[in-house]
């Protein structure tokens, strides 16, 4: 099972950018489907991004679309998500994890905290 620890993230202004870093441990990783997740104040874990284990294939939400790239170093076992044009509505936590996820809350790690200021 692949362990994430996710970092990058912070405080940015409206129109900024930030791009997340997730160092993955686990055998299987180059081999896995991985996503971006954020989970907003009271509401439920969404996916934001995924990218097949290949790289050749992404996904994005409509809401990030044209904003977010994911990307990924099967080398380095590391996801990114690069986030411009940041709005007060993408401050969430940010979590990785492979795609689908597991149901297991062990195996997510502490996300990165987005906050974006208008």
Not at 20 to 37: D, E, K, P, Q, V
Not at 64 to 78: H, W, Y
Not at 101 to 106: D, G
Request: net charge positive; charged share 15%.
């Amino acid at each position: 099972q692949v362990q994430p620890v996710e970092s990058g993230g912070g405080l940015v202004q409206a129109g900024g950018s930030l791009r997340l870093s997730c160092a993955a441990s686990g055998r299987t990783f180059s081999s896995s489907n991985m996503g971006w997740f954020r989970q907003a104040p009271g509401k439920g874990r969404e996916l934001v991004a995924s990218i097949r284990w290949s790289g050749t294939i992404t996904y994005y939400a409509d809401s990030v679309k044209g904003r977010f790239a994911i990307s990924r170093d099967n080398a380095k076992n590391t996801v990114y998500l690069q986030m411009t044009s940041l709005k007060p509505e993408d401050t969430a936590v940010y979590y990785c994890n492979t795609n689908p996820p597991p149901s297991v809350e062990r195996y997510w790690g502490q996300g990165t905290q987005v906050t974006v200021s208008s």
